[in-house]
């Protein structure tokens, strides 16, 4: 088929980090999990596993006309515990600041915003923050963010079964 008429994977997981900025590189690490995953025909038709630097201009386009965005990135939180993960729906959060949940300057706050102002947002958006010990330059994650990649991996599992499952009343929750 035609890459130009195919139609739009209904769930697209973004991972969003620099992977050379140590735990900020968690987003691509799940979305390389996801892909062995992927590989070994142990996730459904109808996903796609991308990576973005967390530019919000960017973000807009890989999850433009999906039915669901799936987005992984790491955050800082003070006082943080490496690891823990956190669920969001910011659709359900009409006061969702930017800056306050990606490690990046500009990022995944400013995209949610930007999205709403222009009317972009996908139909449902779940951002699954890990917060990170390490965001110096170097390559590896922290054992504790590390750790917490299955687990992360499992929750986004989930959340694709329930997306590719059928419409369901989405709620705004938060995991720790």
Same mark, same amino acid.
């Given at each position: 088929?035609?890459?130009?008429?195919?139609?739009?994977?209904?769930?697209?997981?973004?991972?969003?980090?620099?992977?050379?900025?140590?735990?900020?590189?968690? !987003?691509? $690490?799940?979305?390389?999990? &996801?892909?062995?995953?992927? %590989?070994? +025909?142990?996730?459904? #038709?109808?996903? @796609? *596993?991308?990576?973005?630097?967390?530019?919000?201009?960017?973000?807009?386009?890989?999850?433009?006309?999906?039915?669901?965005?799936?987005?992984?990135?790491?955050?800082?939180?003070?006082?943080?515990?490496?690891?823990?993960?956190?669920?969001?729906?910011?659709?359900?959060?009409?006061?969702?600041?930017? !800056?306050? $949940?990606?490690?990046?300057? &500009?990022?995944?706050?400013? %995209?949610? +915003?930007?999205?709403? #102002?222009?009317? @972009? *947002?996908?139909?449902?958006?779940?951002?699954?923050?890990?917060?990170?010990?390490?965001?110096?330059?170097?390559?590896?994650?922290?054992?504790?963010?590390?750790?917490?990649?299955?687990?992360?991996?499992?929750?986004?599992?989930?959340?694709?079964?329930?997306?590719?499952?059928?419409?369901?009343?989405?709620?705004?929750?938060?995991?720790?």
């Amino acid at each position: 088929m035609n890459p130009a008429t195919a139609p739009s994977p209904r769930v697209t997981v973004i991972g969003v980090g620099n992977e050379f900025r140590r735990d900020d590189g968690v !987003g691509p $690490a799940v979305v390389a999990r &996801l892909r062995e995953r992927a %590989a070994r +025909g142990s996730l459904p #038709a109808g996903v @796609r *596993l991308v990576c973005c630097d967390g530019e919000p201009g960017r973000l807009l386009g890989l999850w433009e006309g999906v039915e669901t965005a799936l987005v992984v990135d790491a955050a800082h939180a003070h006082p943080g515990r490496p690891g823990r993960i956190h669920r969001l729906e910011p659709a359900g959060y009409e006061a969702w600041q930017a !800056g306050t $949940a990606s490690s990046h300057g &500009l990022g995944l706050g400013e %995209a949610v +915003g930007l999205a709403r #102002a222009l009317d @972009r *947002l996908p139909r449902r958006l779940v951002v699954h923050a890990v917060e990170v010990a390490d965001g110096s330059l170097g390559t590896g994650l922290t054992p504790a963010v590390a750790a917490a990649v299955g687990p992360l991996m499992a929750r986004i599992e989930q959340d694709i079964a329930r997306c590719l499952a059928g419409p369901r009343g989405g709620r705004a929750t938060r995991s720790v």
